[in-house]
Nanobody
Framework: QVQLVESGGGLVQPGGSLRLSCAAS????????MGWYRQAPGKQRELVAAATADGSTNYADSVKGRFTISRDNAKKTVYLQMNSLKPEDTAVYYC??????????????WGQGTQVTVSS
């Protein structure tokens, strides 16, 4: 069964940096996209950054120039490097993947989330 496990969240001061990691495991045939979403209290879940298998990326306007998404396809892992963090970046960050498995074909999957808190 597919599992996405996030790590790297925590408490950081404004202007600081964090790197989130998300590793996919299971009998995965192919990963089409991996990305990061976030949800702050009282707000909708929103796309932060996404990466396709061929390396193309897209970012929310609010994080452009500050966040960088990258993938290690061999490790089935996606990273989110977050620099110049702001209090408004505080949220639960969720990993998401579109992939196919050997047994069930296409599906999309979510991690359980990791808390990022930016506060002085």
């Amino acid at each position: 069964q597919v599992q996405l496990v996030e790590s790297g969240g925590g408490l950081v001061q404004p202007g600081g940096s964090l790197r989130l990691s998300c590793a996919a495991s299971g009998s995965i045939f192919s990963i089409y996209s991996m990305g990061w979403y976030r949800q702050a209290p009282g707000k909708q879940r929103e796309l932060v950054a996404a990466a396709t298998a061929d390396g193309s990326t897209n970012y929310a306007d609010s994080v452009k120039g500050r966040f960088t998404i990258s993938r290690d396809n061999a490790k089935k892992t996606v990273y989110l490097q977050m620099n110049s963090l702001k209090p408004e970046d505080t949220a639960v960050y969720y990993c998401h993947a579109e992939l196919s498995t050997v047994a069930a074909g296409y599906g999309d999957y979510w991690g359980q989330g990791t808390q990022v808190t930016v506060s002085s």
